[in-house]
């Protein structure tokens, strides 16, 4: 299992068809991916375990996310003012 | 690009636009054989010193124009539910880039790999260089690969844009906090030019998008170029 992940992660060309956001409007595919990298990295690391699963995550809202979008949020992140649920 | 006394679309630079321009010449085709028959029953009408007084109603000449309009609407409905749902087909892009609408440029990110972003500002008309196009050159260029499937998502950090390339068979609404996007495939290397499609403020007209489509390796050795200018 960890080496499908591993080597989705590596063969990783741009994004993919996500069935869960089929249409043109594709703002919560970004957020949803952003939102869920920083789960799985806190839920793995306080469990003391590798994040390099997390990273598919990663690659994904980095590809689909405005850089401005990212820099804000993390902005939030460490303000504690980002509106989603971490 | 468009040129002056231009009436017909640009040269499709897309496999979708080239269906949207064969559907045009259709749908025109019929319309215009239309206008044609009833431009010439119209004046052969109001020619003739025949009079028919006699006439009170005819079932067979009401049932044909009944059903020869309908059958030619469904000739024409099929095809464009065809490229309809052909443009809506899922693809697997090979690349996605963010195309992000200002006052007035728009920024383009290749973000899939390194973070790459740069502006895309008009190049002002007294700076041109002879053989550029007015209002349409740009001092970079949204390179892409040719023949490769590309996802552009379209937003902006201000106001409302728009995003076109006619030649491509692309228009995407350019909306502050939203992600729309598009896919196209260039089928030739070339340069494509398009213009802001949403007013914008004062310099709506001179915010333009060009697209350049290159071979592979010409992209790869131009984005490692880009990031190293960054």
């Not at chain 2, 409905?77 to 749902?85: D, F, G, K, N, V």
């Not at chain 2, 740009?138 to 844009?161: F, I, K, N, Q």
């Not at chain 2, 939203?178 to 709506?204: D, K, M, W």
Request: contains cysteine; negative net charge; aromatic residues 10%.
């Amino acid at each position: 299992m960890a080496d499908l992940i591993e080597d989705k992660i590596k063969n990783y060309k741009t994004a993919p068809f996500d069935a869960r956001f089929p249409n043109t409007n594709q703002t919560r595919n970004c957020f949803q991916n952003y939102l869920d990298f920083h789960r799985c990295s806190k839920a793995l690391s306080s469990k003391g375990q590798d994040t390099s699963p997390c990273e598919w995550y990663q690659k994904v809202y980095k590809s689909l996310c405005p850089m401005s979008w990212v820099e804000k949020w993390n902005g939030q992140i460490e303000d504690g003012s980002f509106p989603g649920k971490i | 690009m468009a040129h002056p006394t231009q009436l017909g679309f640009q040269d499709a630079a897309s496999p979708v636009m080239e269906e949207l321009l064969h559907f045009h010449d259709h749908a025109l085709m019929i319309v215009l054989l239309i206008s044609t028959l009833v431009l010439y029953i119209i004046t052969a009408m109001v020619s003739t010193k025949l009079t028919n007084k006699y006439i009170l109603d005819s079932q067979e000449i009401e049932i044909v124009w009944t059903i020869l309009p309908a059958v030619i609407l469904v000739l024409i409905a099929l095809p464009s539910l065809r490229i309809l749902y052909l443009m809506d087909e899922i693809n697997d892009p090979h690349l996605t880039i963010k195309a992000m609408g200002h006052q007035w440029y728009w920024s383009y990110e290749y973000t899939d790999y390194e973070n790459l972003g740069f502006d895309s500002y008009m190049i002002p008309t007294q700076d041109l260089t002879p053989g550029q196009f007015r209002l349409l050159e740009t001092d970079h260029r949204m390179v892409v690969p040719m023949e490769s499937p590309v996802r552009v998502l379209v937003s902006a950090e201000d106001v409302l844009h728009s995003w076109a390339v006619p030649s491509l068979g692309v228009k995407m609404d350019a909306v502050p906090g939203r992600l729309n996007q598009t896919a196209f495939i260039a089928s030739r290397p070339g340069v494509f030019y398009g213009q802001c499609s949403e007013i914008c403020g004062a310099n709506h007209s001179f915010m333009p998008i060009v697209v350049e489509a290159v071979p592979l390796e010409h992209f790869e050795n131009w984005s490692s170029l880009m990031l190293e200018d960054a």
